[in-house]
């Protein structure tokens, strides 16, 4: 960033005028007792748009005393933001983008007819009306090249019309900010290429859809035109005829599946269940000695 250095000349007061006044206060208020230095980026823009787009060095000493702030504090600011002129501007005063995407759209020979109209950069007009600066970029990338005057973007511009544009300002005529070639918005340069159905917007595509809906199910038919809406059944025939039936009944091993593990059984076949349990011994017959290692039956 180039060192920002205030106007040699400047005004010898500021004082914010009445109507203005009750907006600084407003902005004060909105910070807690001690910490109303929060204001000072609100009150610097307010002080600049007052004094015709530039800020003076009294308006900078103005705001500190009414912040509490010491003066070189409020100064650091001002000098940092580029969005604070230190010197004064013209009445149309031409913010030109030259970075990369506008400079590869024509953005030079935009810098060419500032020169022309206006002069060097920051120069100011013999009739008050245009002064311009190169800046960073602006964010209108897909609308390159561009410019921003006061608060207003020009788009799509090319040496013809931005001429023309400056023509205007100058003589007090109305202009239209956004695109110069009557693009909407950061369409493509051509036109819309996409979500051009006009069915899509009419409503006809979700009417049509409503109506397909309703004919899959018999007039009167409540009960299928609800289920309709429910395809987990259809991938589940077991489920419609599971209704009214029991757990047990309704399982298709008619209940005699394994074990039920939140009741204390285990499955035989899982890698955590024990040795199977003995069967049990019928009275009166004694249990069969298992052969011992070795030893013939």
């Known amino acids: 960033m180039s060192v920002r250095r205030l106007a040699a000349d400047?005004?010898?007061?500021f004082a914010f005028t009445q109507d203005n006044l009750p907006w600084v206060e407003a902005q004060i208020a909105k910070y807690p007792e001690g910490r109303q230095a929060s204001a000072v980026i609100p009150l610097l823009w307010k002080a600049q748009e007052q004094h015709g787009g530039w800020?003076?060095?009294?308006?900078?000493?103005?705001?500190?005393?009414?912040?509490?702030?010491?003066?070189?504090r409020v100064m650091e600011v001002a000098t940092f933001y580029t969005m604070f002129n230190l010197a004064p501007v013209g009445e149309h005063f031409v913010?030109?983008?030259?970075?990369?995407?506008?400079?590869?759209?024509?953005?030079n020979a935009l810098k060419d007819v500032c020169r022309k109209v206006i002069g060097d950069e920051r120069h100011v007009?013999?009739?008050?009306?245009?002064?311009?600066?190169?800046?960073?970029?602006?964010?209108?990338?897909?609308?390159?090249?561009?410019?921003?005057?006061?608060?207003d973007y020009f788009e799509?511009?090319?040496?013809?019309?931005?001429?023309?544009?400056?023509?205007?300002?100058?003589?007090?005529?109305?202009?239209?900010?956004?695109?110069?070639?009557?693009?909407s918005c950061s369409a493509p340069a051509g036109g819309d290429t996409t979500l051009t159905d006009e069915t899509l917007y009419d409503g006809s595509v979700v009417g049509a859809w409503k109506t397909?809906?309703?004919?899959?199910?018999?007039?009167?038919?409540?009960?299928?035109?609800?289920?309709?809406?429910?395809?987990?059944?259809?991938g589940r025939p077991e489920a419609k005829?599971?209704?009214?039936?029991?757990?047990?009944?309704?399982?298709?091993?008619?209940?005699?599946?394994?074990?039920?593990?939140?009741?204390?059984?285990?499955?035989?076949?899982?890698?955590?269940?024990g040795p199977a349990a003995a069967k049990?011994?019928?009275?009166?017959?004694?249990?069969?000695?298992?052969?011992?290692?070795?030893?013939?039956?």
């Not at 400047?10 to 007061?13: C, E, G, K, S, T």
């Not at 003076?56 to 705001?63: D, K, T």
């Not at 799509?156 to 100058?170: I, M, V």
């Not at 009214?244 to 035989?268: L, N, Q, T």
């Open 10 to 13: 400047q005004p010898a007061d």
């Open 55 to 72: 800020l003076p060095e009294p308006a900078i000493r103005r705001i500190a005393e009414m912040l509490a702030m010491p003066t070189i």
């Open 95 to 107: 913010q030109l983008c030259g970075t990369t995407p506008c400079a590869l759209r024509g953005a």
């Open 125 to 151: 007009t013999e009739d008050g009306k245009l002064s311009w600066l190169e800046v960073e970029c602006l964010g209108a990338c897909a609308n390159a090249p561009m410019v921003q005057i006061n608060y």
């Open 156 to 183: 799509d511009l090319d040496p013809e019309s931005f001429e023309a544009l400056l023509g205007k300002l100058r003589a007090g005529e109305a202009v239209t900010p956004g695109s110069q070639t009557g693009r």
């Open 212 to 234: 397909r809906f309703e004919e899959k199910a018999a007039p009167g038919d409540a009960t299928e035109a609800d289920s309709a809406g429910r395809p987990g059944e259809k």
């Open 241 to 273: 005829s599971a209704t009214g039936k029991s757990d047990a009944e309704a399982r298709p091993d008619g209940g005699a599946g394994k074990p039920d593990r939140h009741k204390g059984g285990a499955a035989a076949d899982s890698p955590t269940a």
């Open 280 to 297: 049990p011994v019928d009275p009166g017959v004694a249990p069969t000695e298992a052969p011992k290692p070795g030893k013939e039956v």
